[in-house]
T-cell receptor, first 111, second 117 residues
Framework: GQQLNQSPQSMFIQEGEDVSMNCTSS?????WLWYKQDPGEGPVLLIA?????ELTSNGRLTAQFGITRKDSFLNISASIPSDVGIYFCAGLTSSGSRLTFGEGTQLTVNP | NAGVMQNPRHLVRRRGQEARLRCSPMKGHSHVYWYRQLPEEGLKFMVY????????ESGMPKERFSAEFPKEGPSILRIQQVVRGDSAAYFCASSQLGLLISPGGQFFGPGTRLTVL
């Protein structure tokens, strides 16, 4: 089946630092999504990307849909303690009725 | 508008028992998706249902697992004769439109954490 390779697996940063994480795949996706999951909760959508090359921002978050449609990255600028959580990328193929998720990036922000 | 609701939030079963997980989609949503998440892993798709119909069950184990979304009432994920390997968090998501039309329109519930002793 399709697989998304997400890196890094975990990150430990100081408050105020910028963060970058990415996902790659051997398959083409038509849509890339980035989610955040807090402990004991379900994922919440942060950013959706619909076109190759698209760069989209949501506050301190910026995400890009790779030109090859096989990768995406998420940047968080000026991190704050509430950014702590697990970040997941997810992809949807043109024929897809489901999302394929990456393995997640655990982010820890030290005040 | 209440979000996606799942119950119970925590469920403990002994090996061989049955587990029933319920999901009430958001109001107006007729598409329901079930995912499983093992510790420190991403979510894995199990099944996609649209009122009374199973659209895609390619992620569902062939045995012991079943899902339904009746005309009235919540969607149910049923696991018969549970084994230790079924211990995981099970998430339900719902959407008003299908993913191909509205990929970002899927909303997740808080999950049910199943522990099999």
């Amino acid at each position: 089946g399709q697989q998304l390779n997400q890196s890094p697996q975990s990150m430990f940063i100081q408050e105020g630092e910028d963060v970058s994480m990415n996902c790659t795949s051997s398959s083409i996706f038509n849509t890339w999504l980035w989610y955040k999951q807090d402990p004991g909760e379900g994922p919440v959508l942060l950013i959706a990307l619909y076109k190759a090359g698209e760069l989209t921002s949501n506050g301190r978050l910026t995400a890009q849909f790779g030109i090859t449609r096989k990768d995406s990255f998420l940047n968080i600028s000026a991190s704050i303690p509430s950014d702590v959580g697990i970040y997941f990328c997810a992809g949807l193929t043109s024929s897809g009725s489901r999302l394929t998720f990456g393995e997640g990036t655990q982010l820890t922000v030290n005040p | 508008n209440a979000g996606v609701m799942q119950n119970p939030r925590h469920l403990v079963r002994r090996r061989g028992q049955e587990a029933r997980l319920r999901c009430s989609p958001m109001k107006g949503h007729s598409h329901v998706y079930w995912y499983r998440q093992l510790p420190e892993e991403g979510l894995k798709f199990m099944v996609y249902l649209q009122k009374e119909n199973i659209i895609d069950e390619s992620g569902m184990p062939k045995e012991r697992f079943s899902a339904e979304f009746p005309k009235e009432g919540p969607s149910i994920l049923r696991i018969q004769q549970v084994v230790r390997g079924d211990s995981a968090a099970y998430f339900c998501a719902s959407s008003q439109l299908g993913l191909l039309i509205s990929p970002g329109g899927q909303f997740f519930g808080p999950g049910t954490r199943l522990t099999v002793l």
